[in-house]
């Protein structure tokens, strides 16, 4: 839909805006209190360069079709994400749930990871405190250490939670968060607490898999005011897009920076003796599921170092 013509608003001179929404090919600008759909060059398929919601882009009538729009640029991104695919994500909320569906700690473990490379600020919520609040609390321990920007623990739709999504809202940072996570956890319901509306339509699970149904379907972005935007994005239950060398793995685990001098300066943290994290272990520093979890990771990363030489 377009609101208003660009050409009027510029004197036919392009105009910049921000990727709010992509499907099928066509993606929703908001440029100057409008919004535009427009398709993108055929350039950057030449590229490989695919536009994000959260790209910053120049926009043009387009001149195959008067009544068209088009985007000639994106704008440099200061970082991206594969999965969700967002661009010019300053925090990323990670959402998952305390049962219903289970939390899968190891997909959690990788997006923190991700995220870090990315230079990116993390928050963690726990939600669906009330179905099992010992596990809620347990993983809360596990990442006071490893989360930056704070773990909170909930239930979403619990009637005394209502002064939870402000309090979040309060710790957000401004700039671009994007919401992610498995299906089913809560994602779309936060999203609309967090705006004060219903902008994204909500589902639970199903009741044949107790898996998340997929209600959001595409990654959007909205303004949630103050200078702070929310991206809502699929769930999903696979994550293996990063790109860190087996070796550099520890510097991505902030519990790791309490560390003394290990006896060898190549200690690889899984074992070796005189190996700091013993230490770390039992000051209860880096949990223990943490831990096992880091040996799992780093065994996949040297195995697909080998693979990559063959």
Do not use: W
């Not at 300053?90 to 490379?117: E, G, H, M, T, Y």
């Amino acid at each position: 839909m377009v609101e208003n013509d660009i050409g009027s608003k510029t004197g036919g001179m392009p105009a910049e805006g921000i990727i709010i929404r992509g499907i099928g090919g066509i993606y929703t600008v908001a440029s100057g209190g409008s919004f535009f759909d427009a398709r993108a060059r055929g350039i950057f398929r030449l590229t490989s360069l695919k536009p994000m919601v959260g790209d910053h882009v120049t926009l043009n009538v387009d001149r195959e079709d008067g009544n068209g729009y088009v985007i000639t640029e994106i704008k440099p991104r200061k970082n991206f994400l594969v999965r969700p695919a967002v661009a010019n994500v300053d925090c990323v909320l990670f959402i998952i749930a305390a049962a219903n569906p289970k939390p899968d700690l190891v997909l959690l473990d990788k997006l923190l990871l991700s995220v870090r490379q990315k230079g990116a600020k993390c928050m963690l919520i726990v939600n669906k405190s009330d179905i099992d609040s010992d596990a809620a609390e347990s993983i809360k321990n596990a990442y006071n250490n490893a989360v930056d920007g704070g773990v909170f623990v909930l239930s979403l739709k619990q009637e005394n939670a209502a002064e939870a999504p402000q309090m979040i809202k309060n710790a957000l940072p401004e700039g671009v968060t994007v919401l992610c996570g498995q299906s089913g956890v809560g994602k779309s319901t936060l999203t609309n607490k967090l705006l004060v509306r219903n902008a994204m339509e909500t589902g639970g699970l199903s009741a044949k898999t107790e898996r998340g149904k997929h209600t959001t379907r595409h990654s959007e972005l909205f303004d949630a005011g103050n200078g702070k935007y929310l991206i809502d994005s699929p769930g999903f239950s696979f994550f293996d897009a990063f790109d860190v060398s087996a070796q550099s793995l520890p510097d991505y685990y902030p519990e790791f920076d309490s560390l003394g001098k290990c006896r060898f300066q190549d200690c690889s943290h899984t074992g070796e003796p005189g190996c700091c994290v013993t230490k770390l272990l039992e000051d209860g520093i880096i949990s223990a599921g943490r831990y096992e979890r880091y040996k799992e990771i780093r065994k996949e990363l040297v195995l697909k170092e080998k693979n990559r030489y063959k």
